[in-house]
């Protein structure tokens, strides 16, 4: 025995600990919790505790109640979890409490180690020979209750000492907590190791005779007494958790598929189906379940459920207002397409006509950039028209099951996304959207951009055949809109089957109503702030814009005033401030840091070889720089800056044009086949294609040989050809509207766009200044100057001579 020293007890449960053991513990009791908290904040006891089990686990610890051997533990790990404690245990040495005390709820007691008994010569001989065959008993043992056998080698090739040995045994064999009680007191390791060896036979013995019993039992029971009392078991299961039997099941679903309203080939179908589950007899084999599943989806598809149409136009027009700011083409085209079915509805239901012939229309594609609310204003119709809305999204869709589903054969088998949309709503003739057609994959699973071929085709729909259903669905009466980006990517079958209204980019004017009137509250009342909290003003969004977003739709936008009002939320909240009010530049600089973009401006002042001309991409439009330079060489030409085929196509044409006119435009022919030629668009990094520059590249060529500057305050574009003349291009509203924001008031065209000016908003049209040619001369004639500088030097310098 050892000196006492004072710890505070965590009382163990239906448990009792050996030393040398390492094992978790859970701690919940309230007890319990203070008495580690205590042995955690004890100094010079290392988080040492002592671990002793209770004589009856269903009371609470209480000083009477507690063995008095237990074992001193170390706390090695702690993690906390709920309201209770995960500890690691390490048992260190045997010890026993003579006495419990409690004192602010926490039970402690002096405790005083105690050592094995010595263990005397001749006794050393039979400890050996009993440790060997307690060890093969536990082998045996840990065999019949199914523990692993490579742990049984490694448990038998141990190095245990005897007193480990029994420790390890005692503490993991199925005994009652005052048998291990009784083995923990046993200070003999000899006496301790018998009382073992007997604890183990009689648990061999007892797993044998359940083996026995288990077999017996087994061979008694013939296949049809066991299925028997299996069914029993599964229909006492199913009674205690609230589910069905067999017959019930098929009651069930035969009263859904009576209220379903179904067409009478679809219920004869669906009744030959019930009726084979019936005679199945056993919902939980594979087959039944398909059935059951396959059952319910018929039932539970909306084969004759409407929402009737509420073609109001007034009402319609101002739901397409309160939704949206500006789109008047496309509010244009969708109260037509709307003021059409009407009169189409009123027409039907004068002759009676059927409500699928009524649904027939177009298929209408919204087609723009992103962000420029081509889903929003799909969701707008659906409100208008008082229909369902489902929107299914085909981004990098590579399946053509998601289309048509899988057949109900394989595993995991479903519906396309379009039925299962319209069973989510409950209607047959929802809008539904088919957003981003242009992202379609294909692969060896099939191509969704054919299936939807079936499913657009107003002549075809009728009786669309989902794979996993196998029943033609009527979806004539669906309202179908697609949405995309791209044109180009959309296959053609498919393209032609749409009706396009194309979704132009914002103005920047727009953009500032839309954020006034839409982004910015919306934004306010995410990050819970109210109006009086953050307030900008036009000023400040109008550097937002600019310095901040470059698109042709609002989402960065969005993004960037969210940021600007999360940041305004956590200084108050912070108590830095109760309210901001962006309203210069230098407010947006301190919220969102230093600007983003760089925007193009107007060249400060004339120079040769540079000419400004117009671009457009899916962010909008915006002015570009082309450079011509000319040097002395062998009549070379270099086009730089990433440019695709066709761009360069536009510069050789170019400078056969200079050419083939040198006279007419003050150049010696003679000259120009000894000068080598470099087009540069900047910015190098970013590719660059297109017809329309070629305007814009012929004006700086011309420039850079004849010495003449370009205007720096007009920009140009358009398509041309050999023989000097300007055709028409495409983007000219985006085109226009990025000059007009990089400061140019004065704009070149082809003269065959002259239509395109009737897209611009009225305020920027009415700043700009156009000119609409028809030739490459005309072009030359507006945008060179008539002074003539020099861009290179003279082809042979003077020598200096010696003085």
């Known amino acids: 025995m050892s000196e006492r020293r004072s710890l505070p007890v965590l009382s163990l449960r239906d448990t009792v600990l050996f030393p040398g053991i390492a094992t978790p513990i859970t701690v919940g009791r309230l007890k319990t919790l203070r008495a580690v908290e205590a042995a955690l904040r004890m100094e010079g006891e290392?988080?040492?505790?002592?671990?002793?089990?209770?004589?009856?686990?269903?009371?609470?610890?209480?000083?009477?109640?507690?063995?008095?051997?237990?074992?001193?533990?170390?706390?090695?790990?702690?993690?906390?979890?709920?309201?209770g404690l995960q500890l690691v245990l390490y048992c260190e040495r045997r010890a026993a409490a003579p006495r419990y005390t409690e004192a602010d709820g926490v039970i402690r007691a002096p405790v005083i180690e105690l050592a094995d008994l010595p263990l005397r010569p001749e006794e050393e001989s039979a400890l050996e020979a009993l440790s060997r065959e307690v060890r093969e008993r536990a082998v045996e043992y840990g065999r019949h209750r199914g523990a692993p056998e490579d742990v049984l080698k490694q448990?038998?090739?141990?190095?245990?000492?005897?007193?480990?040995?029994?420790?390890?045994?005692?503490?993991?064999?199925?005994?009652?907590?005052?048998?291990?009680?009784?083995?923990?007191?046993?200070?003999?390791?000899?006496?301790?190791?018998?009382?073992?060896?007997?604890?183990?036979?009689?648990?061999?013995?007892?797993?044998?005779?359940?083996?026995?019993?288990?077999?017996?039992?087994?061979?008694?029971?013939?296949?049809?007494?066991?299925?028997?009392?299996?069914?029993?078991?599964?229909?006492?299961?199913?009674?205690?958790?609230?589910?069905?039997?067999?017959?019930?099941?098929?009651?069930?679903?035969?009263?859904?598929?009576?209220?379903?309203?179904?067409?009478?080939?679809?219920?004869?179908?669906?009744?030959?189906d019930l009726a084979r589950l019936r005679r199945m007899g056993r919902e939980t084999s594979p087959e039944a379940q398909v059935l059951m599943t396959w059952l319910e989806w018929v039932a539970d598809l909306p084969w004759n459920q409407r929402t009737d149409d509420h073609v109001d136009l007034d009402r319609a027009r101002a739901i397409l207002d309160e939704d949206h700011h500006g789109l008047g083409d496309v509010k244009d085209r969708v109260l037509e397409f709307l003021a059409v079915r009407k009169l189409r509805v009123e027409q039907a239901r004068g002759e009676g006509e059927r409500s699928r012939a009524v649904s027939r229309g177009p298929i209408l594609l919204f087609l723009g950039p992103p962000g420029t609310g081509k889903t929003s204003i799909a969701e707008s119709i659906a409100r208008a028209l008082g229909r369902k809305y489902v929107?299914?999204?085909?981004?990098?869709?590579?399946?053509?099951?998601?289309?048509?589903?899988?057949?109900?054969?394989?595993?995991?088998?479903?519906?396309?996304?379009?039925?299962?949309?319209?069973?989510?709503?409950?209607?047959?003739?929802?809008?539904?959207?088919?957003d981003e057609v242009d992202k379609l994959g294909a692969s060896f699973q099939g191509d969704p951009g054919a299936a939807l071929l079936e499913v657009l085709d107003p002549a075809q729909n009728d009786g669309f055949v989902d794979h996993y259903l196998g029943l033609p669905f009527d979806l004539s009466e669906v309202l179908f809109i697609c949405t995309a980006n791209f044109?180009?990517?959309?296959?053609?079958?498919l393209f032609?089957?749409?009706?396009?209204?194309?979704?132009?980019?914002?103005?920047?004017?727009?953009?500032?109503?839309?954020?006034?009137?839409?982004?910015?509250?919306?934004?306010?009342?995410?990050c819970g702030l109210r109006?009086?909290?953050?307030?900008?003003?036009?000023?400040?969004?109008?550097?937002?814009?600019?310095?901040?977003?470059?698109?042709?739709?609002?989402?960065?936008?969005?993004?960037?005033?969210?940021?600007?009002?999360?940041?305004?939320?956590?200084?108050?909240?912070?108590?830095?401030?109760?309210?901001?009010?962006?309203?210069?530049?230098?407010?947006?600089?301190?919220?969102?840091?230093?600007?983003?973009?760089?925007?193009?401006?107007?060249?400060?002042?004339?120079?040769?070889?540079?000419?400004t001309g117009m671009y457009y991409t899916q962010m909008g439009g915006d002015i570009m720089h082309v450079e011509a330079s000319v040097m002395p060489g062998k009549g070379d030409f270099?086009?730089?800056?990433?440019?695709?085929?066709?761009?360069?196509?536009?510069?050789?044409?170019?400078?056969?044009?200079?050419?083939?006119?040198?006279?007419?435009?003050?150049?010696?022919?003679?000259?120009?086949?000894?000068?080598?030629?470099?087009?540069?668009?900047?910015?190098?990094?970013?590719?660059?294609?297109?017809?329309?520059?070629?305007?814009?590249?012929a004006v700086a060529l011309v420039s850079a040989l004849s010495g003449r500057p370009v205007r720096s305050d007009i920009a140009m574009t358009g398509e041309i050809t050999l023989r000097g003349t300007v055709l028409p291009i495409g983007g000219i509203k985006e085109k226009v509207l990025g000059a007009h924001r990089a400061g140019i008031f004065e704009i070149l065209i082809p003269a065959d766009n002259e239509a395109d000016l009737d897209d611009l908003p009225a305020e920027v049209r009415s700043s700009l200044e156009f000119y609409m040619v028809s030739t490459l001369d005309e072009a030359i004639a507006l945008c060179l100057r008539l002074r003539t500088i020099r861009l290179e030097p003279p082809e042979e310098m003077p020598h200096a001579r010696a003085s």
């Open 46 to 83: 290392d988080k040492r505790i002592f671990a002793v089990a209770q004589r009856d686990a269903a009371e609470e610890p209480t000083t009477g109640g507690l063995f008095s051997i237990g074992v001193i533990a170390r706390i090695t790990q702690v993690q906390r979890f709920g309201s």
């Open 487 to 493: 044109r180009e990517t959309i296959p053609a079958p």
């Open 531 to 611: 109006e009086d909290q953050l307030r900008v003003t036009g000023a400040a969004l109008g550097e937002i814009i600019s310095g901040y977003t470059r698109e042709a739709g609002v989402r960065q936008l969005e993004r960037t005033l969210g940021a600007l009002a999360r940041k305004t939320a956590r200084r108050i909240a912070d108590g830095e401030s109760e309210r901001a009010v962006v309203g210069a530049e230098a407010d947006v600089k301190e919220l969102l840091g230093r600007a983003k973009m760089r925007l193009e401006r107007r060249l400060q002042h004339d120079q040769p070889g540079v000419a």
């Open 496 to 526: 032609d089957r749409m009706e396009t209204a194309l979704f132009a980019g914002y103005t920047e004017q727009e953009k500032h109503e839309i954020a006034r009137k839409y982004l910015l509250p919306r934004q306010r009342k995410e």
């Open 638 to 697: 270099v086009l730089t800056g990433q440019l695709g085929e066709v761009m360069k196509e536009s510069g050789r044409a170019a400078l056969s044009y200079a050419r083939a006119h040198a006279a007419e435009l003050g150049v010696p022919l003679d000259r120009l086949l000894r000068r080598d030629v470099h087009i540069h668009v900047p910015a190098g990094a970013v590719p660059k294609d297109g017809p329309s520059a070629g305007v814009t590249i």
């Open 391 to 434: 929107r299914v999204s085909l981004g990098g869709a590579r399946d053509e099951a998601d289309i048509r589903g899988h057949r109900r054969t394989y595993v995991g088998a479903m519906p396309g996304r379009i039925l299962q949309g319209i069973k989510r709503v409950g209607s047959k003739n929802p809008v539904i959207v088919l």
């Open 155 to 272: 448990f038998a090739g141990s190095m245990y000492g005897p007193a480990e040995l029994v420790n390890h045994i005692a503490f993991y064999l199925d005994l009652a907590t005052p048998e291990k009680q009784a083995l923990l007191e046993i200070l003999s390791t000899e006496e301790r190791m018998r009382s073992l060896a007997l604890h183990l036979y009689r648990q061999i013995g007892i797993v044998e005779t359940q083996e026995k019993i288990r077999t017996t039992v087994e061979e008694e029971l013939g296949e049809r007494q066991r299925e028997l009392y299996l069914r029993e078991q599964l229909r006492a299961i199913q009674k205690e958790l609230g589910e069905e039997d067999d017959e019930n099941t098929a009651a069930r679903l035969e009263h859904k598929l009576q209220r379903a309203n179904l067409p009478a080939e679809i219920l004869q179908e669906a009744r030959r």
